[in-house]
């Protein structure tokens, strides 16, 4: 089946540092992926859509400046936390779909800004 | 806009119960409905995809159904097991939303043995 890996799992970083997440589909060609943020125990929170070669479409309320995303090819998406602080420590989840594939998510990241 | 509630919020039985997790939404324009768990700390794991034509979908002990025209999904687990205590998450991708996947705020389960 398919398999959406992410990268990394937890990372600890410190105030005003940047910090990169990947998101790989291994066996598909994403056109269309997907970051999620998730606060404890709520649901989860649509960031941005990123397709493969295109600028990423933000949700009304997130920085696009802060949070940098990069669709370069059909098999990876980068999200960037530019300039992290301590209310930008969450779970950041991502999810790839493709042609034949339905939505397939990441293992998440617990990003801890200190 | 597309609202989907799931209900109830937590749920505790003793191993060995059959249970029912509910999933409503308010805009039936879905293309399908999908049932997801999370183990704490973790990724989506999907359960069960139901396409708009389907009233239901199996596998295993899991059985989802759908009615569209309530607005209204469940989540059907026989025979509960302590491994099957997780967070339970529906979302569907609502067509108004350019597809995108609207979640509810899930249940947490809990199986005591």
């Known amino acids: 089946g398919a398999v959406v890996s992410q990268h990394p799992s937890r990372v600890i970083c410190k105030s005003g540092t940047s910090v990169k997440i990947e998101c790989r589909s291994l066996?598909?060609?994403?056109?269309?992926m997907f970051w999620y943020r998730q606060f404890p125990k709520k649901s989860l929170m649509l960031m941005a859509t990123?397709?493969?070669?295109?600028?990423?479409?933000?949700e009304q309320g997130v920085e696009k400046d802060k949070f940098l995303i990069n669709h370069a090819s059909l098999t990876l998406s980068t999200l960037t936390v530019t300039s992290a602080h301590p209310e930008d420590s969450s779970f950041y989840i991502c999810?790839?779909?493709?042609?034949?594939?339905?939505?397939?998510f990441g293992s998440g990241t617990r990003l801890t800004v200190v | 806009k597309q609202e989907v509630t799931q209900i109830p919020a937590a749920l505790s039985v003793p191993e060995g119960e059959n249970l029912v997790l509910n999933c409503s939404f308010t805009?039936?324009?879905?293309?399908?409905l999908q049932w997801f768990r999370q183990d704490p700390g973790k990724g989506l794991t999907s359960l069960l995809l139901?396409?708009?034509?389907?009233r239901e979908q199996t596998s295993g002990r899991l059985n989802a159904s759908l009615d569209k025209s309530s607005g209204r999904s469940t989540l059907y687990i026989a025979a509960s097991q302590p491994g099957d205590s997780a967070t339970y998450l529906c979302?569907?991708?609502?067509?108004?939303?350019?597809?995108?996947?609207?979640f509810g705020a899930g249940t947490i389960l809990r199986v005591k043995s």
């Open positions: 999810s790839a779909i493709g042609k034949g594939y339905g939505y397939t």
């Open positions: 066996d598909f060609q994403a056109t269309t």
């Open positions: 990123s397709n493969e070669g295109s600028k990423a479409t933000y």
């Open positions: 805009d039936s324009a879905i293309y399908n």
């Open positions: 139901i396409q708009s034509s389907q």
């Open positions: 979302a569907s991708p609502w067509m108004e939303y350019g597809n995108k996947l609207v």
